[in-house]
Nanobody, 127 residues
Framework: QVQLVESGGGSVQAGGSVGLSCAASGYTGRPYCMGWFRQVPGKEREVVARMYTFDSSTHYADSVKGRFTISQDKAKNTLYLQMTSLKPEDAAMYYC????????????????????WGQGTQVTVSS
């Protein structure tokens, strides 16, 4: 049973930066597709960035390219999302998600492809 716990959320000023962490436990030796999603009330949960843990390949939503960086520390079983140049529209509940995958080609952007989820961490951006 994979468990994910996010941390690092909080209030940040527009133009500032914040880093999120996702601590994972219960992983097997299989590679995983892991992603960061965000959601605001009344809107669909959307992918922000994802990573295939085997080769650390990444994919970013167009809205965050050049501003956000997803990374991992395999030794610590932790996924990170470093967010810079934050905008008010970045404010959301951020979720960490994971799904076992044998190939990076199986990593998807839709939330329904992920079966493991954290409880979320709130990010508020003030302007």
């Amino acid at each position: 049973q994979v468990q994910l716990v996010e941390s690092g959320g909080g209030s940040v000023q527009a133009g500032g930066s914040v880093g999120l962490s996702c601590a994972a436990s219960g992983y097997t030796g299989r590679p995983y597709c892991m992603g960061w999603f965000r959601q605001v009330p009344g809107k669909e949960r959307e992918v922000v960035a994802r990573m295939y843990t085997f080769d650390s390949s990444t994919h970013y939503a167009d809205s965050v390219k050049g501003r956000f960086t997803i990374s991992q520390d395999k030794a610590k079983n932790t996924l990170y999302l470093q967010m810079t140049s934050l905008k008010p529209e970045d404010a959301a509940m951020y979720y960490c998600a994971a799904a076992a995958a044998w190939s990076s080609a199986r990593c998807r952007d839709d939330r329904y492809s992920y079966n493991y989820w954290g409880q979320g961490t709130q990010v508020t951006v003030s302007s």
